[in-house]
């Protein structure tokens, strides 16, 4: 069976810095997907980025990144030059391949501190 | 206009009520979910149909019928519901059944359900 950790609750940033959320997962497949959802106050889901397990690149969307260590089973989101914004729930998931099952973990509450 | 559409927003209802939660996809998927997010648990899939044919139906209690009448529109129909069963109710759709590992969600803005 598949699990995701996150195991920081909440984090205050001052705006502009960078910030690292954490997300480990177990899975014994070789085939899987990454998954960075963020969850503003208004409720709705919004995919952010995503790392396939054979993906050799780290990958990169626009502020965001994602620090895969497959050895170590961790794929940490880094959230570069933060903004108020960003200010939300963020959700670490986990897919296998040919699963329905999108696999949560309980989320970081983020907050940008002016 | 948002992709996936959920409403109502809000929904306050006694444990003897019959109410339906509505959902909608604006993106031409072929498949949708039902995720229960409870506070400080991870979300929870609750049903998967696939071009209107349930796939999955991950243990739920038959107080929570799904319908799904068409690829576009879910629906979540509530009977005799519990005070545990106060959460916000998650709808997602995506081009297909997750048959790659990057097949991505994409979700609605929840109802925030509360049962007294």
């Known amino acids: 069976a598949q699990k995701i950790t996150q195991t920081q609750p909440g984090m205050f940033v001052q705006e502009k810095e960078a910030v690292t959320l954490d997300c480990t997962y177990d899975t014994s497949d070789q085939s899987y997907g990454l998954f960075w959802y963020k969850q503003p106050s208004s409720g709705e889901m919004i995919f952010l980025i995503y790392q396939g397990s054979y993906d050799e690149q780290n990958a990169t969307e626009g502020r965001y990144s994602l620090n895969f260590q497959k050895a170590r089973k961790s794929a940490n989101l880094v959230i570069s030059a933060s903004q108020l914004g960003d200010s939300a729930m963020y959700f670490c998931?986990?897919?296998?391949?040919?699963?329905?099952?999108?696999?949560f973990g309980t989320g970081t509450r983020l907050t940008i501190i002016p | 206009e948002t992709g996936v559409t959920q409403t109502p927003r809000h929904l306050v209802m006694g444990m003897t009520n019959k109410k339906s939660l509505k959902c909608e996809q604006h993106l031409g998927h072929n498949a949708m979910y039902w995720y229960k997010q409870s506070a400080k648990k991870p979300l929870e899939l609750m049903f998967v149909?696939?071009?209107?044919?349930?796939?999955e139906n991950n243990s739920v209690p038959s107080r929570f019928s799904p319908e799904c009448p068409n690829s576009s529109h879910l629906f979540l129909h509530l009977h005799t519901l519990q005070p545990e069963d106060s959460a916000l109710y998650l709808c997602?759709?995506?081009?297909?059944?997750?048959?790659?590992?990057?097949?991505?969600?994409?979700f609605g803005s929840g109802t925030q359900l509360s049962v007294l």
């Open positions: 149909y696939s071009l209107e044919e349930r796939v």
């Open positions: 998931a986990m897919s296998l391949s040919g699963n329905e099952k999108l696999t």
């Open positions: 997602a759709s995506s081009q297909d059944v997750r048959v790659s590992t990057n097949e991505k969600l994409f």
